[in-house]
């Protein structure tokens, strides 16, 4: 069987989104291929949980000061930062019968092809479940999935070299405690590839690495390909539902 890979994209959150949810209500109806892309986030972005509050989660006057953009996601989890220059994104749409029904099962498998990347780019990586990817024992991504008319989406993180004291400004977590002495506390949980290569690799690299590491994991072949005009089309009409605050302040 054959997956689609899209080209690599730098996209603003909304847009992001927007075609995430796009693949997946397209792929559910057959219009749409098993597909798998990359991205980066312009301008920086804090993304959100389905089920957070924004006012608990992110602190909207450094947000606003930085010019980084807010956005909820349709899965799961956490409040993310999502530095432009530190991070590349990643999507998996499928249909939900080409995955393990187990949930664990099935992350441990997708997340399977984040582990063959980062040994390709000579790092040992490991699947921790629920949903997170670990090397030398620390988080280096975080990963979340939505199932919805029979198929499939995940989205996680690949940490190249985030800024993380911006990412705790941004965050609400006390003035007080973004310290060196807490940064460093967190680097004792959480790694970055270039942190473990002692250097940083392109986003391109990164991406290659990424694209084989799904290839092997998923023992599927990949297909070059483009969004099509009704996906485009679809998320352009998406779109404006994640740009507005009544989505963005929905809890």
Known sequence: MEWRLLPLRVDDAFVSMAIDEALLRLNAEGKSPNTIRFWRWLPSTVSLGCFQSVEREVDLEVAKRYGVDIVRRITGGGAVFHDHD??????????????????????KLICGGLVRGFERLSL????????????NGKKISGNAQTRRWGSVL???????????RQMFELLKVSPEKISDKFIASVFERVTTVERELGSMPSFEEVYEAMSCG??????????????????????????????????????
């Open 124 to 135: 040992r990586a490991e699947f921790k479940p629920v949903n997170d990817v670990l090397v």
């Open 154 to 164: 995940q989205h996680g993180t690949v940490l190249i070299a985030p800024d993380v």
């Open 214 to 251: 799904f290839e092997e994991s998923l023992g599927v072949g990949f297909f070059e390909g483009e969004l099509t005009s009704e996906e485009l089309e679809l998320a352009e009409k998406l779109r404006p539902r994640y740009a507005s605050e009544e989505w963005l302040r929905k809890r």
């Open 86 to 107: 530190g991070e590349l994104t990643y999507s998996v749409v499928c249909r939900q019968s080409d995955l393990p029904s187990d949930i664990i099962e099935s992350y």
